[in-house]
């Protein structure tokens, strides 16, 4: 098979319609239309009714000192459960074993072979030193006298699928609920992991097929990375009204726990060993620079009350050999303390895996916290130069409209919904390993845990990546870009029953099976921007792939044409 025949041969692909010269084809490596598989044996319950399911509960079984006893466990708990069942007609169980030596996560889901099951994995950034500020005035939980009794973990690796939520409308109250029905105060490490489309009202590209407008998964296998140990759990899920019962779902995870790997896999951390051989970015040079033009235009214009739109690029990467998503994911986690890593992949579907530096929300109980970040920069080569970086970023007069644009429009869809809102501080810098930004912490009270889903609708899309007001750059972005941004800079993370947390899904990718990556970057136009100086902030962007992918210049065949055009 050569370099050029994978996954995304063809046009690379977009979700305008065939009308506008645009063909959507996702080929084979031996030139076959790729065709979507089914999801695997589990049930999908977004189908369900209102109301929580009848039974919630947690086990912990007694400590293990490796892996191997601890898979050994859970086949036992399993089957000593399988022989006196629960009653209820519905409901979620999580089985779980302590193990005292830390694990990897992403080399125990290395371990974990099986193509035909869903896999996820999602790592925390680690607090901010001025997060601690936020809290003042606002109380731990919803009534004072919660105390939590969980630790939280490093990283969360899942395979396999106790119950998912996929859907083809935009993701609803409706939705929400049905996830929330199998999630419980009382059992919190039970969590739907998983993305949500940046417009679920587009149409998809195939490449984004698998993903719907939403996909989320209660993982039937968790391996959880802990700062001093590590946690091997299972969850099993059912549901009369759905028809998967008791015995559909314990066969079900029985095969899955037959399959799963008690060992750990090194992976290689510092580099892919791969290099790039072709190169091609949607849009050119040239038709960003007239799709940003068109944004001045209309933003300086009195025809509408746009004031920022983000415009993204795809780059479709060809490499020497086939990436391992979960190698990548590796790779970005080593300079990735200050960002969240994950990785959603449904089941034989292409892997989404990203290092945003961007959280979206976090709830915990009534508490609330966000942020907005806007304005890039590189990072000096040397302490003097990264503090000059720093302060000319800080005084720019352009970067300063963005950042205030984002940050104003984040704390008044705060007060919509939550009593009181904190701002601290409100204009910083993030330091990140390739760029710095301009940064503001958010923090607010919601008067009802149920109000979870409106603070998700409405701060979703920021005008960190979408623009302001959010209509007019959404209608901007579907009129201009020439690609199907899919789960890009759409919301990433999981719902839990005392708390989630979603990051954005910016610095990110799209791995299918063959030698092709889908690397994804925007960047904000308002008044005042240079479209070139925004191309290469693109470039800088995607940087943290292009290194890890051994960029070497002279190697790369470029190939450019105004509306994606053939790729070889």
Same mark, same amino acid.
């Given at each position: 098979?050569?370099?050029?025949?994978?996954?995304?041969?063809?046009?690379?692909?977009?979700?305008?319609?065939?009308?506008?010269?645009?063909?959507?084809?996702?080929?084979?490596?031996?030139?076959?239309?790729?065709?979507?598989?089914?999801?695997?044996?589990?049930?999908?319950?977004?189908?369900?009714?209102?109301?929580?399911?009848?039974?919630?509960?947690?086990?912990?079984?007694?400590?293990?000192?490796?892996?191997?006893?601890?898979?050994?466990?859970?086949?036992?708990?399993?089957?000593?459960?399988?022989?006196?069942?629960?009653?209820?007609?519905?409901?979620?169980?999580?089985?779980?074993?302590?193990?005292?030596?830390?694990?990897?996560?992403?080399?125990?889901?290395?371990?974990?072979?099986?193509?035909?099951?869903?896999?996820?994995?999602?790592?925390?950034?680690?607090?901010?030193?001025?997060?601690?500020?936020?809290?003042?005035?606002?109380?731990?939980? $919803?009534?004072?006298?919660?105390?939590?009794?969980?630790?939280?973990?490093?990283?969360?690796?899942?395979?396999?699928?106790?119950?998912?939520?996929?859907?083809?409308?935009?993701?609803?109250?409706?939705?929400?609920?049905?996830?929330?029905?199998?999630?419980?105060?009382?059992?919190?490490?039970?969590?739907?992991?998983?993305?949500?489309?940046?417009?679920?009202?587009?149409?998809?590209?195939?490449?984004?097929?698998?993903?719907?407008?939403?996909? =989320?998964?209660?993982?039937?296998?968790? =391996?959880?990375?802990?700062?001093?140990?590590?946690?091997?759990?299972?969850?099993?899920?059912?549901?009369?009204?759905?028809?998967?019962?008791?015995?559909?779902?314990?066969?079900?995870?029985?095969?899955?726990?037959?399959?799963?790997?008690?060992?750990?896999?090194?992976?290689?951390?510092?580099?892919?060993?791969? +290099?790039?051989?072709?190169?091609?970015?949607?849009?050119?040079?040239?038709?960003?620079?007239?799709?940003?033009?068109?944004?001045?235009?209309?933003?300086?214009?009195?025809?509408?009350?746009?004031?920022?739109?983000?415009? +993204?690029?795809?780059?479709?990467?060809?490499?020497?050999?086939?990436?391992?998503?979960?190698?990548?994911?590796?790779?970005?986690?080593?300079?990735?303390?200050?960002?969240?890593?994950?990785?959603?992949?449904?089941?034989? +579907?292409?892997?989404?895996? $990203?290092?945003?530096?961007?959280?979206?929300?976090?709830?915990?109980?009534?508490?609330?916290?966000?942020?907005?970040?806007?304005?890039?920069?590189?990072?000096?080569?040397?302490?003097?130069?990264?503090?000059?970086?720093?302060?000319?970023?800080?005084?720019?007069?352009?970067?300063?409209?963005?950042?205030?644009?984002?940050?104003?429009?984040?704390?008044?869809?705060?007060?919509?919904?939550?009593?009181?809102?904190?701002?601290?501080?409100?204009?910083?810098?993030?330091?990140?390993?390739?760029?710095?930004?301009?940064?503001?912490?958010?923090?607010?009270?919601?008067?009802?845990?149920?109000?979870?889903?409106?603070?998700?609708?409405?701060?979703?899309?920021?005008?960190?990546?979408?623009?302001?007001?959010?209509?007019?750059?959404?209608?901007?972005?579907?009129?201009?870009?020439?690609?199907?941004?899919?789960?890009?800079? $759409?919301?990433?993370?999981?719902?839990?029953?005392?708390?989630?947390?979603?990051?954005?899904?910016?610095?990110?990718?799209?791995?299918?099976?063959?030698?092709?990556?889908?690397?994804?970057?925007?960047?904000?136009?308002?008044?005042?921007?240079?479209?070139?100086?925004?191309?290469?902030?693109?470039?800088?962007?995607?940087?943290?792939?292009?290194?890890?992918?051994?960029?070497?210049?002279?190697?790369?065949?470029?190939?450019?044409?105004?509306?994606?055009?053939?790729?070889?």
């Amino acid at each position: 098979m050569s370099p050029s025949s994978s996954l995304y041969s063809g046009r690379l692909l977009s979700s305008r319609p065939a009308s506008k010269g645009l063909v959507r084809r996702l080929l084979n490596h031996d030139g076959s239309r790729w065709v979507r598989p089914s999801c695997s044996l589990s049930m999908n319950g977004c189908a369900a009714g209102v109301g929580a399911v009848t039974m919630h509960e947690t086990r912990v079984l007694p400590a293990a000192s490796a892996p191997q006893e601890a898979v050994g466990q859970l086949r036992a708990a399993v089957a000593a459960l399988n022989a006196d069942p629960p009653v209820s007609s519905s409901g979620i169980i999580r089985i779980e074993v302590p193990i005292r030596q830390r694990g990897d996560a992403i080399e125990w889901l290395h371990a974990q072979r099986q193509s035909s099951l869903p896999r996820c994995f999602f790592s925390a950034r680690a607090p901010l030193p001025d997060t601690p500020a936020l809290a003042v005035g606002i109380s731990s939980n $919803g009534n004072g006298s919660h105390k939590e009794q969980w630790e939280q973990p490093v990283s969360v690796a899942g395979v396999g699928s106790a119950v998912f939520f996929r859907g083809t409308d935009p993701f609803s109250l409706r939705d929400w609920r049905a996830i929330k029905r199998f999630l419980s105060r009382d059992c919190p490490l039970i969590r739907a992991y998983g993305a949500i489309r940046f417009d679920a009202s587009s149409d998809a590209s195939v490449e984004w097929e698998d993903y719907g407008a939403f996909y =989320f998964v209660v993982p039937q296998v968790e =391996f959880s990375e802990l700062e001093e140990g590590s946690v091997l759990a299972t969850t099993i899920a059912w549901d009369d009204s759905l028809s998967w019962t008791w015995q559909s779902a314990v066969e079900e995870l029985q095969s899955t726990l037959h399959e799963i790997s008690p060992c750990s896999v090194k992976v290689n951390r510092s580099t892919l060993q791969t +290099a790039i051989v072709n190169l091609n970015h949607v849009p050119t040079k040239a038709s960003w620079d007239l799709a940003v033009t068109q944004a001045l235009r209309m933003i300086k214009g009195s025809q509408t009350e746009l004031v920022k739109v983000v415009l +993204a690029r795809c780059s479709r990467y060809i490499t020497d050999t086939c990436i391992d998503p979960l190698e990548l994911l590796a790779c970005l986690k080593v300079e990735g303390q200050n960002a969240y890593q994950f990785c959603i992949q449904p089941p034989d +579907a292409p892997a989404f895996v $990203g290092n945003s530096p961007e959280q979206l929300f976090h709830r915990k109980y009534l508490n609330i916290s966000s942020e907005a970040l806007a304005g890039t920069r590189a990072r000096g080569k040397t302490r003097a130069d990264d503090f000059q970086i720093g302060q000319e970023l800080l005084l720019s007069i352009k970067e300063d409209t963005e950042f205030t644009i984002v940050r104003e429009s984040i704390k008044k869809k705060l007060e919509m919904i939550c009593d009181e809102v904190v701002v601290n501080p409100s204009k910083a810098l993030r330091k990140l390993p390739r760029v710095q930004h301009l940064s503001a912490q958010l923090a607010a009270r919601l008067r009802n845990e149920d109000d979870e889903f409106d603070i998700l609708n409405a701060l979703h899309p920021s005008p960190a990546v979408c623009g302001l007001p959010t209509e007019e750059a959404r209608q901007f972005i579907r009129d201009y870009e020439i690609f199907d941004r899919g789960m890009y800079a $759409g919301p990433v993370g999981w719902f839990g029953g005392a708390e989630s947390e979603f990051a954005v899904g910016i610095r990110s990718a799209l791995l299918g099976k063959g030698y092709s990556t889908l690397v994804y970057a925007g960047a904000g136009i308002v008044e005042g921007t240079n479209p070139s100086f925004e191309w290469d902030e693109l470039d800088l962007k995607a940087s943290q792939f292009a290194k890890l992918l051994q960029y070497q210049e002279h190697h790369i065949c470029y190939q450019e044409a105004g509306n994606m055009g053939t790729l070889i």
